[in-house]
Every structure is written in structure tokens, then in C-alpha cells.
């Protein structure tokens, strides 16, 4: 069964630390993607990439950064984590462009900034 | 915005019974998809719907596109407790980079 796997479920982290979150596909995907979910904001896209070393921004990448430095694995940076981050973080996969393919989802990474 | 509206934002049903939840968009699109979440848990690729289609089926999910209306509407027949998520629409437009964008979800109760 193909997988999206997000290497943390739950995350408690201070103000201040660089945090980062972790996501691997197996399925050699071409194309992943970091979103935050919020009540009442629904599902807003931070970065995506569409190949190695490649990242392109999403609509709101403020205070965020990403790294892909092999096909299966995206990681998502808080530089400098602060409140009004603590959301779900969900990543996602697909093989072709959003026009012709789903997406493959994580479980999401539920984080807590104190 | 483009991202898309489902109506309603919740609906509480019996088991057995039809769920219907609608979505609305406001520029053209390249296809529109529909995903589940349970509770906590990420979002499941439900299926999807190219602009040039009318109808889709999907075991008991029927999900129709009327792009003059900008519209779509996702169906759950013979519902059962399992289905109790949310259900979010998504849209990739043809003006936004092939991006997806996601509405803000129905949450669909199913009463035992």
C-alpha cells in the first residue's frame, strides 16, 4: 500500500526553536507538498516541489522553509517557531500535476507552540 | 479567493439515508476532486472529476460538475456510521499554476 509518512503525530515545541517536520513517500513521487489546516481556514499550501533541490511557495510561506534533498523525502522548517504556527501540518504526494492525479496524504503532524 | 465553498458546513444524517454535500467555485477549472478526513487523521483522495465531465460514480459516491453553474456536488448513498468525516472539495484552476485549492469542508454526521 502506497504511503505518505509523517515522522510525528504529536509536537510540543517553545517559541523561538527551529522546528522540523519530516515526510517520506515511497511511491517515487515526483511532486509533494506541505499544507497547514486551521479551523475555519481549511487547507492553505505553504511550499510544494515538483522535483529534487526545486521548491516553489505556496501562499503563505512566511516563516517557513522547505528542503528536498532526495526524491522521497520533503521536510517542512519552522526557522524560528512561533505561536501563531501551532496548527496541523499536513503533507501530501502525487505522481503527475494536480490537472491529471489525487494526492497521497499523511496522518498530519499536529504542533503546539508554547 | 478561488478556493471553493461547500454548502452545507455540516449535516447530520441517519444511516441508510443519502448524503448530499455541494461545493462552488468561482473561476474555471481543470477538474475538481474530493477528498474525506476523519477526525484528526490526513485527507483520502475520494475521486475525481475533469471539467469536460459531467458524472462520476464511485461505489456509493456519485459526484456531478455543472460548470456553468460552478458547481459540484458529491453524493453518499446508503450512508453508514463509517462515513461520519469531513468531506472537502478541491479545485485546480486554470489560471493558478495547476495548484489544488481546498474549500472549507462539510462535516457529515452518521447517526447509528
Known amino acids: 500500500d502506497v504511503k505518505v509518512t509523517q515522522s510525528s503525530r504529536y509536537l510540543v515545541k517553545r517559541t523561538g526553536e527551529k522546528v522540523f517536520l519530516e515526510c517520506v513517500q515511497d511511491?517515487?513521487?515526483?511532486?509533494m507538498f506541505w499544507y497547514r489546516q486551521d479551523p475555519g481556514l481549511g487547507l492553505r499550501l505553504i511550499y510544494f516541489s515538483y522535483d529534487v533541490k526545486m521548491k516553489e511557495k505556496g501562499d503563505i510561506p512566511e516563516g517557513y522553509s522547505v528542503s528536498r534533498e532526495k526524491k522521497e523525502r520533503f521536510s517542512l522548517i519552522l526557522e524560528s517557531a512561533s505561536t501563531n504556527q501551532t496548527s496541523m501540518y499536513l503533507c501530501?504526494?502525487?505522481?503527475?500535476?494536480?490537472?491529471?492525479?489525487?494526492?497521497?496524504f499523511g496522518s498530519g503532524t499536529r504542533l503546539t507552540v508554547v | 479567493s478561488q478556493q471553493g465553498e461547500e454548502d452545507p458546513q455540516a449535516l447530520s444524517i441517519q444511516e441508510g439515508e443519502n448524503a448530499t454535500m455541494n461545493c462552488s467555485y468561482k473561476t474555471s477549472i481543470n477538474n475538481l476532486q474530493w477528498y474525506r478526513q476523519n477526525s484528526g487523521r490526513g485527507l483520502v483522495h475520494l475521486i475525481l472529476?475533469?471539467?469536460?465531465?459531467r458524472e462520476k460514480h464511485s461505489g456509493r459516491l456519485r459526484v456531478t460538475l455543472d460548470t456553468s453553474k460552478k458547481s459540484s456536488s458529491l453524493l453518499i448513498t446508503a450512508s453508514r456510521a463509517a462515513d461520519t468525516a469531513s468531506y472537502f472539495c478541491?479545485?485546480?484552476?486554470?489560471?493558478?499554476?495547476?495548484?489544488?485549492?481546498f474549500g472549507g469542508g462539510t462535516r457529515l454526521m452518521v447517526k447509528p
Open positions: 501530501a504526494s502525487s505522481l503527475a500535476g494536480p490537472g491529471y492525479d489525487g494526492y497521497t
Open positions: 472529476i475533469r471539467s469536460n465531465e
Open positions: 478541491a479545485t485546480v484552476h486554470n489560471n493558478a499554476g495547476n495548484m489544488l485549492t
Open positions: 511511491m517515487d513521487h515526483e511532486n
